[in-house]
T-cell receptor, first 117, second 111 residues
Framework: EAEVAQSPRYKITEKSQAVAFWCDPI?????LYWYRQILGQGPELLVQ????????DSQLPKDRFSAERLKGVDSTLKIQPAELGDSAMYLC???????????????FGEGSRLTVL | TQLLEQSPQFLSIQEGENLTVYCNSS?????LQWYRQEPGEGPVLLVT?????EVKKLKRLTFQFGDARKDSSLHITAAQPGDTGLYLC???????????FGEGTQLTVNP
């Protein structure tokens, strides 16, 4: 069964350091999402890609976060410099192109757990 | 303020009991989804509802979308320990718009 792959699974870093997360979506999924989830809360959308283009990054803290999906397949989310408040689970998800009046199913990876010390 | 308010935030029950969790908003959604998330994993879709008043059943789970498409409920009959998890509702305001998640209901079913 096809899955969304994410790495690393866990990352511990000190504040002010740079950190990067990688995501490989399900083959053929044009839409890719990065969500941030604080423990016990719902996921918050950081950025949404349609192929290689950003379609929504309104909630991305652009002074320290960046995301790219250069060839419209896998994606990288970077944080530089990391702050204590960035400690969270970073979830990647993919879907077929949403449309037809309703939102398609999101397939999530297992996430990357970030701890900033 | 949250676009989607879920209640209760936490629920701990005994095996065999019934329960209902709620997802409410002042906004009208084109579609609403329910996901379940287990510790250390990503959310997994349970159901998508698109029509006001729609009721969908998935084994012991019954999902209802409000007539005005502003709210939804999830009812579980005869809960089992395997139902334990974080239940998340997520709504889209229109076709192609962002999917926004609620804060979730953390359900614990004790044997």
């Amino acid at each position: 069964e096809a899955e969304v792959a994410q790495s690393p699974r866990y990352k511990i870093t000190e504040k002010s350091q740079a950190v990067a997360f990688w995501c490989d979506p399900i083959s053929g999924h044009a839409t890719l999402y990065w969500y941030r989830q604080i423990l016990g809360q719902g996921p918050e959308l950081l950025v949404q890609f349609q192929d290689e283009s950003v379609v929504d990054d309104s909630q991305l803290p652009k002074d320290r976060f960046s995301a790219e999906r250069l060839k419209g397949v896998d994606s990288t989310l970077k944080i530089q410099p990391a702050e204590l408040g960035d400690s969270a689970m970073y979830l990647c998800a993919s879907s077929w192109t949403s449309g037809g009046g309703y939102h398609g199913e999101l397939f999530f990876g297992e996430g990357s757990r970030l701890t900033v010390l | 303020t949250q676009l989607l308010e879920q209640s209760p935030q936490f629920l701990s029950i005994q095996e065999g009991e019934n329960l209902t969790v709620y997802c409410n908003s002042s906004s009208v959604f084109s579609s609403l989804q329910w996901y379940r998330q287990e510790p250390g994993e990503g959310p997994v879709l349970l159901v998508t509802v698109v029509t006001g008043g729609e009721v969908k059943k998935l084994k012991r789970l019954t999902f209802q979308f409000g007539d005005a498409r502003k709210d939804s409920s999830l009812h579980i009959t005869a809960a089992q320990p395997g139902d334990t998890g974080l239940y998340l509702c997520a709504g889209a305001l229109g076709s192609g718009s962002r999917l926004t998640f609620g804060e979730g209901t953390q359900l614990t079913v004790n044997p």
